[in-house]
């Protein structure tokens, strides 16, 4: 065991549930974030912080035991561009699939592209350079998210995965987002074949609302805030009528979930716009409201005893209440799925780095740069992290949930799909309670940029517009 202050022996081994300390001196500021003070200062507090090494995927037991019987567990991650929260949540995903029974992943991206990856790890045996073709899919701003290198590697393993198992027990992948309105629209259309005249002609009125627009969200947004017209009535319409058609029926096929999926995607997706350029803290409940929905459709779809692992951001898995999002009003999908399946049912999994590089955009829609992750500001919880050595580690919440110093919110960094790394770092750290906000935490204290695949762009909405998150 190392134990020492601010200096530590770097040449011990790191060894399961560290003991190790380090001198913090918080200085509140009006942003509750805490930091550093002199070494001479008189209010210095010593941190025990225990934490367990991440160096392998058998290092990651300690997770598996806290998570137990959890029917969801939510993998966080602290920015949308690193290729080491991708690969470790593609191993605890691996592990929760192959140990724990766990039925589907459900990542925040778009319904209908998901759902071509749903069929494809579904289908029959595929080769890699498969894999990379399909999630070319992804082809709308920011087409790194899901269109790279490791997706794909996840996409290949759930193919071969799935090849060995019956239908019923093949393990899907579904996208909670709300984004592609326009694109769920054309992919019900062929669901509705033989449907009543009046449920098309539902349909064919939300088209014909949304024209105008080209696929262009922004443009339908000052269009509503210009107090031009809008599509509500239609897509309310239409989702009732596609509900009434299965409404009666005692078990749902899976092409009645899809067709009301994507009237779903359309009902919210149309809201989201309609509201993102005059209340961002409602276009964002909207949003996280919308994914906690459809999480739980899938659950209930695949029948009372699944599970399910969730990818987002931290800003959506780290449960809002125990972060400066509560004081906007903003709700998130951690704190709806420990409300709705019980905070004994959910696990979340958040992660972090103190420095590297990191694939992202300087502005909407402008093309992804590699860049610099600068070193976490002075009092934040990865550099608290940092100052325990500079290893990979696992903390797990209950080990800290007692500290004092841990009770209060200190900054944790968070970046979207834009990033300005020369800017000043305070926008980039959210104040957080840690141990409330996740049940677990995984630390990289180096990382590296995501490997994305060579995408064409085409002419749709800018995914996560306006958060970056």
């Known amino acids: 065991m190392c134990l ?3 200096s530590f022996c770097l040449a011990c081994k790191p060894k399961a549930n560290q003991n190790q300390e380090v001198t913090v001196i918080p200085i509140k500021d009006s942003n509750q974030i ?21 160096r392998n995927e058998k290092d990651l037991d300690v997770i598996m035991e806290q998570i137990g019987n959890a029917k969801v567990v939510l993998l966080g991650e602290a920015t949308h561009g690193t290729a080491e929260f991708y690969t470790w ?8 699939i192959q140990e724990k029974g766990f039925d589907f992943i459900a990542s925040e991206s778009e319904w209908a592209d998901s759902y071509r990856v749903n069929n494809f790890i579904k289908g029959g045996k595929k080769d890699s350079a498969a894999a990379v073709e399909l999630l070319k899919e992804y082809n709308r701003w920011p087409t790194w998210m899901w269109g790279n290198y ?10 071969s995965y799935n090849q ?8 899907g992948f579904f996208g909670l987002d709300v984004y592609c309105l326009w694109e769920s629209m054309s992919e019900v259309m062929p669901y509705l074949k033989g449907a009543a005249p009046s449920v098309v002609k539902a349909a064919n009125k939300v088209h014909a609302c949304f024209k105008p627009f080209n696929a262009d969200a922004e443009q339908y947004a000052m269009a509503v805030a210009k107090m031009e017209d809008d599509c509500r009535v239609e897509t309310t319409r239409f989702w009732q009528s596609v509900k009434k058609l299965t409404e009666d029926k005692t078990t749902k096929n899976e092409s009645d979930f899809v067709m009301e999926q994507n009237a779903l995607v359309a009902l919210n997706g149309e809201r989201y716009y309609r509201t993102m350029v005059t209340d961002g803290a409602e276009s964002w409940n909207i949003r996280d409201r919308h994914m906690t929905e459809t999480l739980k459709r899938l659950l209930s779809f695949h029948g009372p005893n699944s599970k399910a692992i969730v990818w ?21 999908v951690g704190q709806l799925a420990r409300k709705e399946f019980g905070e004994n049912n959910v696990f979340i999994v958040g992660s972090g780095t103190y420095h590297g590089t990191v694939i992202a955009a300087e502005g909407w829609g402008k093309p992804i740069k590699k860049m610099e992750v600068p070193k976490a500001q002075q009092g934040s919880w990865e550099e608290i992290l940092h100052q325990l050595g500079g290893t990979d580690k696992i903390i797990l919440s209950k080990d800290i949930s007692e500290n004092k110093f841990f009770k209060k919110s200190i900054g944790h960094r968070a970046i979207g799909v834009v990033y300005h790394p020369d800017e000043a770092q305070f926008p980039y750290f959210v104040p957080s309670i840690i141990p409330k906000r996740y049940d677990a935490f995984i630390f990289i204290d180096y990382t590296n940029a995501l490997h994305p695949i060579d995408i064409k762009l085409r002419n749709e909405p800018p995914d996560l517009y306006p958060s970056g998150t």
């Not at 949540?89 to 929760?96: C, D, N, P």
């Not at 490791?150 to 193919?159: D, G, P, Q, T, Y």
């Not at 060995?164 to 393990?171: G, N, Q, R």
Request: charged share 25%; aromatic share 6%.
């Open 164 to 171: 060995s198992k019956p239908i019923a027990e093949k393990v």
């Open 89 to 96: 949540r593609t191993a605890i995903s691996k592990r929760l």
């Open 312 to 332: 987002e951001h931290n800003t959506h898995v780290g449960d809002a209440r125990y972060t400066n999002m509560a004081a906007s009003g903003e709700v998130n």
């Open 34 to 54: 805490y930091s550093y003070a002199s070494e001479d200062s008189k209010d210095s507090v010593r941190l025990t912080i225990p934490n367990h090494p991440l």
């Open 4 to 6: 020492s202050i601010i």
């Open 150 to 159: 490791e997706i794909a590697s996840l996409v290949s393993w759930l193919n």
